[in-house]
């Protein structure tokens, strides 16, 4: 798959370095992983999510960093190509800002 915004994931881990490790992980297996859809997804990352937001588009959550992170991503399976859109600690996702 094709990342965009690695600098985001580097600019969370850089004021949050406990995540970095997590982060990374995260960024090295979905790199190296062509997925066809949802359910190929889940069978990697059994914790992540779709929502919506409030244009009603489906967005990918992942939890990372022992559920302390979230990952908000658009995939575009057609094309193989995550959007990173957000990173965020869990209690400011919990906030809804971010839909």
Known sequence: MHIIAYPMLRDFFTKHPTSEASLTAWYKIVKQTD???FND???VFPSADVVKNEQDKSLSVFNIHGNNV???TAIHYNTKTVYIRDVLTHADYDKGRWK
Request: without cysteine; glycine residues 0%; charged residues 20%.
């Open 35 to 37: 997925f066809f859809n």
């Open 70 to 72: 979230r990952l908000i």
């Open 41 to 43: 997804l889940k069978a």
